[in-house]
């Protein structure tokens, strides 16, 4: 039977994306094929995607419905996902029995390397274009189950993850691709004939690959390690986090239609989910059938992935301090701004947003004159309070918190510190059972290095820290120590300065960290774009990998080569 999705008419479709993606990630240019705005999809926009209207009626029709893989092994169903918003979703998934389904993952693996580097990159821009199609009803499952408000989730969720993806895809394709399919080799002998050979290379992939999700980006983190490994050969097995299922389960059953359509075993794409309590992940992680892992979380269980799956190689995006050294700037009201928004967007709750603010104890100096510690700190609150004094536009900027443990962690925030600017309630009409809370700053004396000390480690929400430090050179010490010791996947400073943008740029080369030098305008420290930017480093401890550079993709995938004699 032929498939629906030939070869030849994937590469017709497909390979222009591709070239421009691999001639971006050269030049580090922007460049996006999905579009950011929600108006660009349906009848008048990307041919064949669902609008507005018609994205959240797809949405509504999953709520309450059992979704159907068609996977094998399944023993069961489970859900029970609630929103932030204080919906409940009401989706079955299948439960799957791991003898069963990852025998039938492994044994997809055949044809799957058969089809070669170019093949498997087409199949993947083809699964990411079908989700692309239905970014709108994506963005309502990402921002039910992570709680971001919907611009970001449509955004963040849909089209920079979808980015994301089709940059490992580029990556992945690039580095198969450095070696040719076959060589003809021949090695003089002087008076007697040449030695000759025929060498042929395969990427051979090293096994199924588990990602383990995380609840606030289920899709920006999840789908580079997903597309990488699918690209590089790998069956996938997606395990979602158990409170955001749905947009990896949609993913996954789009994936396996594509396989299908295409030819394959849908069985190269499949889904893990766990009942109450069950913590499949651990279990799953120890199979000797998983050979990569993909995860984003905490630093405890990220690091007991690192030292206790050695079979398998390990991708972690784990906990990390961001920081921000003030030291002087020549646009105080720009710079005020761009620290209230970065504090703000989803109420703190990303891997990118400051957590620690260094100011030195004598003050800045600012084109409107010097400011001292403490007019520094009420500015920064002042300008915080300003971007949120209208609860409909804080409702879009913070988004919904999304467990009761970033709560916790606010609501305790007046026992770490002096409170500089207090949370307040916002309440969000559509979703009145949402909890929405403003960000806290704390003033904290930075003296104080302590293993007690809050400040010297994550604490995720939001909820940060004005940490007072004794000169710009202390404050470059912290630095230094903080991401050495925890890690930090964003760093700032600003400084007019070019000793200390120097100073700040060597600690920042020493320790492995993403630096952002005096954003002032329309881009932010906790913002990477795709193709140019490098999330993380893989150089500190918070995370192992960078989304997206060579090394996340080349270790997925080993070169074998046969030779025979020509």
């Known amino acids: 039977m032929t ?32 579009p950011e705005h929600p108006k660009a999809y349906g009848a ?37 996902e609630i929103s932030p918003y204080g919906p409940e979703l009401g989706v079955e998934y299948p439960h799957a029995d791991p003898d069963v389904l990852l025998p039938a993952m492994k044994a997809a693996t055949g044809s ?61 394709y690039e580095e198969q691709a450095r070696t040719p399919q076959g060589a003809d080799w021949s090695k003089p002998q002087g008076k007697r004939d040449p030695l000759r050979l025929h060498k042929s290379y395969t990427a051979v992939g090293r ?59 849908p069985n190269l794409v499949a889904l893990a989910t766990e009942r109450p309590g069950e913590a499949i992940a651990k279990t799953l992680a120890l199979r000797p059938e998983i050979k990569i892992i993909d995860y984003t979380g905490s630093s405890a269980f990220g690091e007991w992935l690192e030292t206790n799956a050695r079979q398998a190689q390990v991708y972690t995006e784990k906990a990390g301090v961001n920081t921000v050294v003030l030291d002087s700037t020549d646009d105080y009201r720009g710079m005020l701004g761009n620290l209230a928004f970065s504090l703000s967007l989803y109420s703190g709750q990303m891997c990118t947003t400051p957590q620690n603010l260094l100011i030195p104890r004598d003050g800045i100096t600012t084109d409107e004159g010097a400011k001292s510690y403490d007019e520094v700190i009420g500015d920064i609150a002042d300008a915080v309070s300003g971007l949120l004094d209208d609860d409909a536009r804080a409702n ?16 305790g925030a007046a026992g770490l ?9 916002v ?16 003033k904290v004396d930075g003296a104080r290095r302590d293993d007690g000390a809050a400040f010297l480690s994550e604490c995720f929400g ?17 630095l230094r120590r903080t991401i050495r010791e925890q890690g930090a996947m964003t760093v700032g400073a600003y400084t007019t300065s070019p000793e200390v943008e120097r100073a700040v740029e060597e600690v920042c080369f020493d320790e492995s960290a993403q630096l952002s030098l005096n954003l002032t305008g329309g881009v932010y420290v906790n913002q990477t774009a795709a193709f140019s930017d490098f999330h993380g480093s893989g150089g500190n401890p918070a995370a192992n990998a960078a989304l997206c550079d060579g090394a996340f993709v080349s270790n997925r995938f080993r070169m074998v080569e046969v030779r025979r004699q020509a």
């Not at 691999?22 to 922007?30: F, K, P």
């Open 44 to 80: 008048e926009g990307l041919p064949g995607s669902l609008g507005a209207a018609e994205g959240k009626a797809a949405f509504d029709a999953v709520l309450g419905t059992r979704l159907e893989l068609g996977q094998p092994g399944t023993d069961g169903w489970t859900g029970g």
């Open 396 to 411: 879009g900027l913070l988004g919904a918190l999304v467990n009761e443990d970033v709560k916790n962690r606010l609501e």
């Open 112 to 172: 799957w390397r058969a089809a070669g580097p170019e093949t498997r990159a087409m199949v993947c821009l083809e699964v990411l274009s079908r989700i692309s199609a239905r970014t709108h009803e994506l963005a309502h499952a990402v921002m039910h189950t992570s709680g971001q408000a919907f611009v970001m989730a449509f955004q963040a969720g849909g089209p920079h993850a979808q980015d994301r993806g089709l940059e490992a895809v580029a990556y992945a």
């Open 462 to 478: 939001p909820v940060s820290f004005a940490v007072a430090v004794d000169s710009t050179e202390d404050a470059l010490a912290l």
């Open 417 to 425: 510190g002096d409170i500089a600017l207090r949370s307040r309630t």
């Open 207 to 265: 096994g199924i690959s588990l990602l383990i999700g995380c609840n606030t980006f289920p899709t920006w983190n999840g789908y580079p390690g997903l597309f990488a490994s699918l690209a590089t050969g790998n069956p996938v097995l997606v395990k979602p986090h158990p409170r955001a299922v749905l947009p990896l389960a949609l993913t996954v059953q789009l994936a396996r239609e594509v396989l299908a359509e295409a030819g394959f075993d």
């Open 3 to 34: 498939a629906a999705l030939s070869p030849e008419k994937l590469s017709e479709t497909h390979r222009p994306t591709l070239d421009r993606a691999l001639e971006t990630i050269r030049s580090r240019a922007y460049w996006s094929p999905h």
């Open 427 to 442: 309440v969000n009409p559509e979703f009145p059972e949402a909890v929405v809370r403003t960000p806290a700053l704390v």
